[in-house]
């Protein structure tokens, strides 16, 4: 049984999917099952009876992953299991499936990701297919903990403190450049955020240092 067409599943979610099946099995109920793979999806079939019409029937199916999880047309899901597997039956009701609103969630999920790239600027290839491009900002989202949209997002980095070797024990220093008054109260912001953030950390060595100054960036921002 293979999916008829690409679908992108919520996390924690529960959805009902069309699948295509074999013609020899229209007109005829089948017992579906979870297709056991060597790499798991992470998704999982729910068994249950199913009927074959025109070469369709639907499966169950469940994220139980906290990522958005694509699914593309032609993947198989499920298989057909024989009857004697049976061990209880639970009886299908239309009501149940009418309140999941899949593709309701499924809508909240892609405007999602669209407001995510709003947000943080990708500048994403014009070449890529729709599905490439949702591809991309799905694993872009799954990994949007890495990326800094200014100085208080960016992260510490975890591991031992590194020891900088010195090739002299000559001390550097340097007079600090004259500054406008616009300029060093800039400056004086930035660094204080920069502090904040833990990215650096005042020091009182009079032997080490570097002038400070500001430097214009394309987007007309100045950075020290």
């Known amino acids: ?27 005829k109920s089948v ?11 992470k998704v999982v079939v729910a068994k249950a009876l199913t009927t074959c019409k025109k ?13 958005v999880v694509t699914l593309k047309k032609g993947l198989k899901l499920a298989k057909i299991e024989d009857w004697d597997t049976i061990a209880a039956i639970q009886e299908f009701r239309e009501a149940t499936v009418a309140k999941l609103e899949p593709n309701s969630r499924i809508r909240n999920a892609d405007v999602k990701l ?30 949007k903990h890495v990326f800094a949209r200014d100085v208080t997002e960016i992260k510490a980095c975890k591991g031992p403190v590194l020891k900088v070797d010195l090739h002299t024990n000559r001390k550097m220093f340097n007079r600090q450049f004259k500054l406008n008054e616009a300029d060093k109260a800039e400056i004086t912001r930035q660094i204080s955020e920069m502090q904040k953030a833990d990215v650096i950390e005042s020091s009182q060595d009079p032997y080490y240092n570097s002038p400070a100054f500001l430097v214009t960036k394309t987007n007309g921002l100045k950075r020290p």
């Open 55 to 67: 070469n369709k029937t639907v499966c169950r199916l469940l994220n139980y992953t906290n990522q």
């Open 31 to 41: 017992l579906l099952d979870n297709l056991p793979r060597i790499n798991p999806l």
């Open 1 to 27: 049984m293979t999916l008829s067409k690409t679908t992108c599943i919520p996390a924690l979610f529960e959805v009902t999917l069309a699948l295509s099946s074999p013609a020899n099995f229209n007109n």
């Open 114 to 143: 669209k407001e995510f790239h709003k947000q943080y600027g990708f500048k994403i290839c014009p070449t890529l297919t729709e599905d490439q491009r949702h591809e991309l900002l799905k694993k872009l989202y799954a990994y």
